[in-house]
């Protein structure tokens, strides 16, 4: 294979615009690109979380985790060449059976969990709330194009699997979930 980017800077997004993979050139806030970059940014976060989690009680989240980093990559490529499909519905069906799984050896949730107890449920939490903006921006770019609708449900079985991947973390880590305490109402 030869070199995909020889020169990082081109000066042809000077203008506010930006090439996709198909060679047309789009605006840099359009809905594509909005998507594509929140896509790209869970891809980073969700490395983040996984160069964090180094413990052998991890392992298993680990190996589910790192192929979803491919199958993001996976609908950038989609999100870069309007019209081509690459998440297939064994994809999706991938993500709800790791969600049955970790799921399943983890207590009942009783209480609305927060974001923290340690940097790794944070992390895994934090992937979760993007994930979910990344299926907001999918979403308002299909309302435009037609997009790959089993992309969309990728994203949104991701977001589940990230809670789960967080509630586990907690568990493997024996470390308290932090649990919401709501603002007690004045009595009347």
């Given amino acids: 294979m030869g070199y995909r ?16 993979a198909d060679g047309s050139r789009v605006s840099k806030d359009s809905a594509r690109i909005e998507a594509m970059g929140t896509v790209d940014e869970l891809n980073s976060s969700l490395g983040v979380l996984l160069a964090g989690m180094t413990g052998s009680a991890l392992q298993s989240l680990c190996e589910t985790l790192a192929p979803v980093q491919h199958r993001l990559f996976d609908i950038g490529g989609e999100l870069a060449i309007p019209g081509v499909n690459i998440i297939e519905e064994a994809d999706v069906v991938e993500l709800e059976q790791a969600i049955d799984r970790f799921n399943g050896e983890l207590a009942p949730l009783k209480e609305f969990i927060l974001p923290g107890g340690s940097p790794l449920i944070a992390q895994a939490h934090l992937a979760r709330s993007i994930c979910r903006r990344a299926e907001r921006r999918y979403l308002t770019l299909a309302a435009e194009e037609t997009v790959n609708p089993q992309a969309l449900a990728y994203l949104n079985r991701l977001s589940d699997l990230m809670f789960v991947v967080a509630r586990s973390i907690a568990r493997l ?11 007690p109402r004045p009595t009347p």
Avoid at 6 to 18: I, N, P, V, W
Avoid at 173 to 183: I, N
């Fill in 173 to 183: 880590d024996d470390t308290p979930e932090v649990l919401w305490k709501p603002k």
């Fill in 5 to 20: 980017l020889s020169k990082l800077y081109t000066r042809t997004g000077d203008s506010g615009t930006t090439g996709l």
